[in-house]
Nanobody
Framework: VQLQACGGGLVLAGGSLRLSCAAS????????MGWFRQAPGKEREFVAS????????VYAGSVKGRFTISRDNAKNTVYLQMNSLRPEDTAVYYC????????????????????WGQGTLVTVSS
């Protein structure tokens, strides 16, 4: 599967952005999807994951309550709605996919994902 992320940009602290990640192929619903981010000089870190059927989600503690991950299997797209953005949210955001047999699985580590998008830059200014 090929992943194309978009929606990044420059936003003031307290603002919102919605990232999108479009996947190629006809088996999007077979993949667990995740969002990760990497700030300058730091390791890539987990942000959120959503199960194949969309019923299960998990978030990093730093974004819980502010970010929402969702997916539209008919459109082969996963979203990350980011509200109440903070300067520390500044990073390149990556979407990732991993094929799974179970519909309820979510994944939180970089090593768990087989496919990655190219990243989209989010800059939050104070």
């Amino acid at each position: 599967v090929q992943l194309q992320a978009c929606g990044g940009g420059l936003v003031l602290a307290g603002g919102s952005l919605r990232l999108s990640c479009a996947a190629s192929g006809r088996t999007f619903s077979s993949y667990v999807m995740g969002w990760f981010r990497q700030a300058p000089g730091k390791e890539r870190e987990f942000v959120a994951s959503i199960s194949r059927d969309g019923d299960n989600t998990v978030y990093a503690g730093s974004v819980k309550g502010r970010f929402t991950i969702s997916r539209d299997n008919a459109k082969n797209t996963v979203y990350l709605q980011m509200n109440s953005l903070r300067p520390e949210d500044t990073a390149v955001y990556y979407c990732a996919a991993d094929p799974q047999s179970w519909t309820t699985v979510v994944l939180t580590t970089t090593a768990a994902y087989d496919y990655w998008g190219q990243g989209t830059l989010v800059t939050v200014s104070s």
